[in-house]
Structure formats: C-alpha cells, structure tokens
C-alpha cells in the first residue's frame, strides 16, 4: 500500500481519481497481455502447419486394414474390430490442432493406422450403424477425443451412443483435456490449469497401475523445458476417490513450497488425486474404459504413458513387441584427420564400454566399418590407435566402405569393384572379420537415390544382402524413415543420434552436453529408440576419441532405457536384424521410387549424368480401349509434345507392372532427352488407369504431372474389352451377354469382373484424386474428341500451359470427303485422318445394353459427383443418366 499512497501524495489526486486510475491501467495491462498470448497462439499454429506440411501423407503404408484375430465373445457371437484409431477433433483451434499434430506425428512414427474426424462426420454413423444387432465388426479399435470440450457439448444421444460402442466391442476412449479448464460433470473431474511454479515440477508414475506396458517407473522424471509455444499445455486433473472408481496412472509431486510465501495454503491435498496428468477409468462405473490425459507433450513420460494407453483401451496391442534390436555402427574407422583419431588408450575404453553394454544386451558388440587407405595416416600415437584396434579387431564386427572412401555414385562399377577388392584384400592382411554381409556406402551415397553400379558390385564382390541408410524416403522427418529391398539388398533405416563426423567435442554439439543428454533423456534419441524396432544407430571412428561422446551416449541411452521402460533391448547380426524387420513391416519391401530432384540432399547424391528433364510432364491414362491412340495422333503435330515411349510395346507399364521393381534408371532409359528445351513429353498407358498401385507411386515421382484420362462410355469398354479377351484367349464359345449377366458360372464371373471393372470410373478415378489435385487432372470425352478434335486440343493445350500451343484450327479441318477430321498438309491437301474405330456389335442386344446401362448407373452418378471436384463436359452417356 505504500506506492499508494505516495502515487496519491505525487499527484495529489483525490483517492477515487487514483483508483479509477489504476483500474484503467491495470485493464490496459490485462488487454495488452491477453493481445500478447493471443498473436503468440497464432505464432504457434504457424509452427503446427509448418510441420504438418513436412509430413507426406501419402507415406502411411500403415492404412491397409488389417484384421485382428482379437475378439469377445458376447453370448455365442464374436465381435472384431478393425486395427484404425479415430480421432476427433473440431476445427483446428491452434491449442488442439498442436495435440493433433502432436497425436498424428506419434501415430505415425508407430505406424499405427488411424483416421481424422470432424464431430459431424461420417465416422459417427458408423459407429452408430455398428450398433445393430446384426453388426459384428466395429470399423475403430479405439476412440481419442483430442478435445474433453467436444465430447462434452456432444448430445446425450450421441455420446449414449459411443459409449454403447465401446462396451459392445471393448474399445476404449482416450480423452485429451487441452485448454479445457472447469468442472467436467460427466466425469466428475476437475481440470485446472497447474498454479505458476519456479522450480521444476516432477512427475511420478504410478508403479502398480494397470496399463503400464512400455513404461516402467523409473522414480522421478522432471518436466522438459519445452520452448514457449513448441509443447501442448500442461494441466492439473483432480477427483474424489471417494466418489469415483478412478486410478491415478501419473501425477505431478508437489513443489517446494517457495520460502517467503505468506498467502494462505490451500487445503493440502494428495498430489495423487490433486495434481494428475494422466487418469484411468477403467470402466468400473459404466463399463467403458477411459484414459484422460492433461496435455504435457513433449514429454517422455506421457508419450510412453500414451502408447501404453493405446494398447490398454484396445482389446488386443496395437504397438509392437517390448524387444528392441540394437546396431550400433562406428562408421569411418581409419578415416579423420589427426588430433581427431582413436589412441590407444580410446581403445581399451571402447571394448570395457562394449564388455559392458554386453552385460546389458547379452552379445553386443559395436559394428565397425572400415576404409583401408586411412590405415596409420594420424600422428604417432594415432598410428598406435590403428594397431591396437586390429589388434582386437575380432573383439568386434566389422563391414566394409570403399577403400579411399569414395563417393559411390561417383565411380563407374569397374572403379567400384576395384576398390572393394582392394578392401577387401586389406581385411585379409590384416585379420579383421568380414563375415556379416553388411555393407554401408560412405558419405550416404549410392544407395537412395540408387548408383545401380553399387548394387551391382555388392552383389558381385562382397556378396552383401543388407545394407542401411538415412536417406530413404528422406532425411526428415525422422520418424518416417523406412526400409526396402531393392535387387536382393536390404535397405534397413538408419538412425542419426547426433554424432557426426564433425562432432567429436561437447562442445561441438548444438546445445553442448546439455542437449545431449535432453536427447538421451527422453528426448528424440530415447523417442527414436522407442519406435524403432530394429534400430541401427550411425556414429563415427571420431566420435570415440577425445571426449568419446559414442560411449558416453551409447551408455546412457541403454541405461536411461532400463530405467524407465521394460524394453528389452536385443543384439542380433544384421541379415537377422533384416528378417526381423520385413517380417514385422512386410509392407516396406517394395520401394517406393521419388524423384531425387524433389530433396536437395537427393540432387546432391545422384549420378550427375542423369537428369529429371527425361521423366514425362504428363500421362495419358486409359481406360484400356477407350481411343488413346486417337488423342495420341493429334497430339504428335505439335512437335514440342513429345511422347515417351511406344505404348505398344510390352516392356514400359512401369507403375502398374513389376517392372517397377527394376528401378527408376530402368523407366527413364526408355525415354530420351529432349533435345528441345521447350518441348514437354509424356507417357501414354493403357494399364495406369485401373492400376491400384500406379497413382500412389506416380505421385511419388511425378509429384507436378499432370494426368489426362479420355473416357468412354463404360458399355463401349466393357464390349472392347471382351472382345480384346476373344482375341487373346479364343473364347469364341462365349457370347458378350452370357457373360455380362452371369451370376453363378464361377469361369464367367472372372471373366465379368475383368470386363465390367474397368468402366467403374468413379473408383478408378478416386484413386488418382487420393493423390492428385483436381487442378491436374483433365478428364476427356471421347465423343468429343472425336466430335470436336480442334476445340479439344487447343483446351488440351492450354490445360498443359504449353510455351508453343499449335493452332489447331489451321492444322486440322473437317473433311467431307473423308467423312472424318483431317490433317491439312502445306499443299492444302488432306493427309492423316482422325477416327475413333467405334467397337459397336450388332450381335448386342437391347436388353444387354439396358442391363449394362443399369449396371453402371451407381458408378456414372459417382462420377457425377466427381463432376463437382474435377470439372468436365458430362458426356452424352452420362447426360441421361443424369
Ligand atoms: C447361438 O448359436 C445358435 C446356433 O449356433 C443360434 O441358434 C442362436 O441364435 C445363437 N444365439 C445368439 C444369442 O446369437
Ligand atoms: C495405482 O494403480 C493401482 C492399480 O491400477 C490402483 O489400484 C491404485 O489405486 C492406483 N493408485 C492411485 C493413487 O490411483
Ligand atoms: C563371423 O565370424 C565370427 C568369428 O569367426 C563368428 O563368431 C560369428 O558368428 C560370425 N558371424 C556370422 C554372422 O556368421
Ligand atoms: C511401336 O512398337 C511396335 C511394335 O513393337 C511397332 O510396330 C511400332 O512401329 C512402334 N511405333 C512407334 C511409334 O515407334
Ligand atoms: C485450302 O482449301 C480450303 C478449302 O478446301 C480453302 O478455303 C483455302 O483457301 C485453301 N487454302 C489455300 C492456301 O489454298
């Protein structure tokens, strides 16, 4: 009170005057800071969209449905439900959009198959629908409300309703509370925000709850300084035990009571019932079983308490197994500069540091890889460190780089296979045990994008079957790399942990030691090792000198890891470590080919003799049958149009066929390089269109193609179709509507499925419109090509943004004559004519054709509603069903 009343002597001012006053400035300040937090929440959610955007959503193999063999049994019916997460949200508010992204980036980087919801969506009727009786498998294995608010402004009819579908099939309901704050009568739980606190809060977890799995208690693990705006907000749940069958999973201990704090304390509650971030309900009251979390991430502890959740409200686990195989690679060994390189003395510290972590993890032994020419180029002492480590060279596993550490994709495979050999030899004079089949290329090239000649010489000289990398499908985000096999190699995902060449000092480090250990401590190295099964981690010879970060981490991780979770952490040569991993992730096998000049860090690794400007700009895609070939002809008078291939040949089909297999040099040697700069080129294809594979794997090559389908109607193509099969198979002793209308003959509906499937537009089409937006895609009537060529192509042109569009009104006329449209030549005479060889039977009856039409009716209204996404004219055939 004393600045009162000198404001009051200063100014001398009546009190009222000095009170309104100050009520006005505190106001001020009140507005001031709440435009303060408010511009900083929309700081944030720029944060969110800017990492949303990094993740690739076409990436998540993890959308296959999958079925669990898990049931219950409800009298004497089983119920299932599918392995797919539903999360709720609404409209992206910036604080729970930062949950979700929170959710999605965890989500995925445990591959676990989920979908995004908006309360008024579709899911919700499923859900409802999975209520009848008759109904047996429920589409979620879990709920998650991103939002507690959302769940409570839901109607009473609605929620009776999802918690009707959790107790018919076991499923639980996992509920972040965000921004909430207030009573929530539902749960008759109290959601505060925490009271602000200086010294650091610490989390205890309860060590006899139920749905520990992953975690472990590991005693107290203090909350990570999380830069403002990066974390989702912390809060505080609270509940009487007396009146709520609740269980505290993990709660907050309370903080030192600050020293000269003089306001009255509160009544002292139990931190355990008082101070909770994550609570379960295990369904003791109503029967559904529920998880709240209050926010908290990142934080180790939560997010390992999440995955724990997960796996409890699903009947069966939905994460993998507690085993954890571990490789640790010491890249590079011969190769630093002096000053930087192993004593002898680093040395015997590595095999004490390897004795040790084999205590842990029965077997392990650090994996070394090797470049001869380095061999005895350090100082003395240096010198000694070489000798010492072939010394105990057996102590260890070891694979091979090239012998002067060459960047593979720089060198032909004749220099290649000479270097192997030479380091080869090299293993062989001096003892070191080449016996793993492992193999990794330096400087992170060769391997994605693929230098073919590596594989090649793998294959030849060194007999490698398994190989790593960082690299595929890319760097970043790390918790989306991958695995694949390419040409007998198995390309297994590799794990940076930090430690580079350039980083053999703490102090080298972003962040220095502190960080490190932020890492090891539940930050992204320990995150890293939790979702990676078979987790290969690069470090280098240099990074086990001097201040021997390697060991230091190496040590810590392990043993922060049997600290706080039951892991087990497992040592297995690595072409084990590869049938562990593509037998867990069999999805990853086939490659999925991007364009390297999409990542700067591809462009830099890859052949500079390849070039992107030989991948076509667009494709023309089927349906099979439906007159490519006449907007390929029209095409070809624009001279800049340039058509890739010969479609006729068998050979290309390259993202439909198993040729996709044989790699990205093999498709782009089909093409030549455009001699012209202006020119754009293409690839036409009868088998894309239909191709389940084909948009997804276009889209990761061809990621600004455009896409042109000519479409026909569907009874025209099915009739081609057949007949295309009469030709190739003989089926002369078929007729088109036996077939057509079969129902039992199990040969016939084979043969219906491949005749009728192509015609369903609206499927076909939805596949591509998964991956591409609708501003590249053009859809032509074929009618109209046939009809209108001129008009046609130049919209064409136009579509494509062509430099030099042809005027085709000069080129192409109407010749009467010809009964066709005709290419006009110099001389004014007509040359090429342009026709569509309609495949119209006479033997097709009426009552075919009305059978067809009505077959196809639900598939030509869909692709009316595609009408409302990818604009085109409705075709004559589509105009009356209309
Ligand atoms: C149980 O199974 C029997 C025969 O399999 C069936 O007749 C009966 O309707 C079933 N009961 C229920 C409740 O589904
Ligand atoms: C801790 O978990 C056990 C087992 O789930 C439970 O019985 C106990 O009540 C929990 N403790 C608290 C404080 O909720
Ligand atoms: C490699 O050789 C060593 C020693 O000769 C042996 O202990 C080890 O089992 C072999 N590893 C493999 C994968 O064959
Ligand atoms: C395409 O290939 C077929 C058969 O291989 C050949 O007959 C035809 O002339 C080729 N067409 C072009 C445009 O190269
Ligand atoms: C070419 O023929 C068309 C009609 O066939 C005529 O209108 C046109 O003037 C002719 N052009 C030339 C250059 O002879």
């Known amino acids: ?184 009568r539902d749960f008759e739980l109290n959601v505060r925000k925490p009271e602000k606190e200086k010294s650091p809060l610490f989390v205890k977890i309860n060590s006899s709850s139920v749905i520990l799995r992953v975690t472990k208690d590991g005693g107290q693990a203090e909350r990570p ?76 502890v939560h997010t390992m308490l999440f995955l724990d959740s997960l796996d409890f409200l699903s009947t069966k686990s939905l994460t993998f197994s507690l085993n954890r195989y571990l490789q640790v690679d010491m890249d590079d060994v011969f190769i630093g500069s002096t000053g930087l390189r192993l004593r002898r003395e680093d040395v015997m510290d590595l095999l004490s540091v390897q004795s040790s972590l084999a205590e842990k993890i029965p077997g392990f032994r650090f994996n070394l890889g090797y470049s001869g020419k380095g061999y005895k180029r350090g100082s003395p ?53 080449l016996n793993t089949s492992y193999a990794v290329a330096p400087h992170h090239s060769g391997v994605y994008p693929v230098h073919e000649d590596l594989y090649t010489a793998w ?58 250990d932020r890492s090891i401590h539940g930050g992204e190295l320990f995150e890293t090792l939790l979702r990676n099964p078979v987790m290969i981690i690069m470090t280098h010879m240099t990074n086990y000198a001097n201040d021997r970060l390697a060991q230091y981490t190496i040590t810590k991780l392990v043993d922060y890891v049997r600290k706080w979770t039951n892991v087990r952490l497992t040592y297995a040569p690595p072409t084990k470590l590869a049938e562990i991993y593509f037998g867990l992730f069999p999805q990853d096998k086939t490659p999925l ?31 099979p049958h439906g007159g490519l070939e006449l907007l390929q002809s029209l095409l070809r008078l624009n001279h800049d149009i340039v058509q890739m291939n010969n479609i006729s040949s068998k050979e290309a089909q390259f993202f439909s066929s198993e040729n996709y297999l044989k790699g990205l040099d093999w498709y782009m040697d089909h093409f030549a390089k455009p001699s012209n700069p202006n020119s754009i080129s293409y690839e036409p294809s009868h088998s894309y269109f239909t191709s389940q594979a084909a948009p997804q794997r276009v889209n990761a090559l061809l990621k600004s193609a455009k896409i042109i389908f000519v479409l026909e109607n569907p009874v025209m193509i099915a009739y081609a179709h057949y007949k295309h099969l009469l030709a190739r198979h003989k089926l002369s002793q078929y007729k088109f509507t036996d077939i057509v209308t079969s129902q039992t003959n199990p040969e016939l509906l084979r043969m219906r499925t491949s005749i009728l499937r192509p015609g369903h537009y609206a499927e076909h089409l939805g596949r591509w419109m998964k991956y591409f937006n609708p501003n590249q895609m053009l859809i032509i009537d074929l009618n109209e090509l046939v009809s209108q060529p001129v008009n046609v192509m130049n919209q064409l042109q136009e579509f494509l943004a062509i430099e030099h569009p042809l005027d085709y009104h000069k080129h192409v006329r109407y010749s009467k004559d010809k009964s066709a449209f005709c290419e006009i030549t110099p001389s004014n005479t007509t040359g090429n004519c342009y026709r569509y060889q309609k495949t119209v039977p006479d033997s097709l009856d009426e009552s075919t054709i009305k059978y067809l039409q009505r077959y196809y009716a639900i598939h030509n209204k869909n692709l009316m509603r595609i009408n409302q996404k990818i604009q085109f004219k409705l075709p004559k055939w589509l105009q009356d069903i209309g």
């Open 1 to 184: 009170m004393r600045i009162w009343t000198r404001i009051r002597r200063y100014t001398k001012l009546p009190f009222r005057v000095v009170f309104s006053l100050m009520l006005v400035s505190w106001i001020g300040v009140f507005l001031l800071f709440n435009y303060y937090s408010q511009s900083s929440t929309v700081v944030d959610d720029v944060v969110g969209t800017a990492l949303t955007k990094n993740v690739d959503p076409n990436l998540y193999y993890t959308r296959d449905i999958r079925w669990l063999p898990n049931s219950r049994k409800q009298s004497n019916r089983t119920f299932k439900v599918r392995k797919k997460i539903l999360i709720v949200q609404r409209h992206p508010a910036s604080e729970r959009f930062k949950v979700s992204h929170v959710l999605c980036k965890l989500l995925d980087g445990y591959r676990l198959s989920y979908e995004l919801t908006r309360v008024d969506d579709k899911p919700f009727l499923d859900i409802k629908d999975a209520l009848r009786p008759d109904v047996t498998v429920g589409k979620y294995s879990l709920l998650i409300f991103v939002d507690i608010k959302t769940y409570l402004d839901l109607k009473e009819k609605t929620k009776n309703t999802l918690n009707s579908y959790s107790r018919k099939f076991n499923t639980g309901i996992l509920f972040f509370t965000t921004n909430y704050v207030g009573y929530a």
């Open 225 to 300: 300084r999380v830069p403002k705006g990066i974390g989702t907000r912390w809060m505080y749940l609270s509940y009487d035990p007396a009146r709520v069958p609740y269980e505290t999973v993990a709660y907050v201990l309370p903080g030192l009571p600050l020293a000269k704090k003089r306001r009255k304390r509160r009544n002292p509650m139990d931190p355990q019932f008082d101070r909770v971030t994550v609570l379960l309900d295990s369904g003791r009251k109503d029967g559904v079983k529920r998880v709240f979390f209050a926010g908290g991430f990142p934080f180790f």
């Open 381 to 433: 002492q240096e010198d000694e460190g070489d000798e010492a480590i072939l010394e105990y060279a057996h102590r260890f596993t070891w694979f091979g780089h090239l012998y002067d550490h060459e960047q593979a994709h720089r060198f032909s495979l004749k220099n290649l296979i000479r270097s192997m050999k030479r380091n080869r030899k090299f293993a062989e004079d001096y003892g070191i045990p």
């Open 459 to 516: 294959n030849k000289v060194d007999k490698i079957t398994v190989t790593s990398t960082e690299e595929y499908p890319h760097l970043k985000p790390a918790w989306l790399r991958r695995g694949f096999i390419y040409r007998g190699i198995r390309v297994l995902p590799r794990q940076t942990c930090g430690l580079f060449t350039s980083t053999n000092f703490f102090k080298q480090i972003k962040g220095g030691r502190k960080a490190l």
């Open 593 to 623: 080919w991007r364009s390297p000049c999409d990542d700067h860090r591809h462009l830099i690794i890859w052949d500079s003799d390849k070039t992107c400007s030989k991948l076509p700009s667009f494709l023309l895609v089927g349906p």
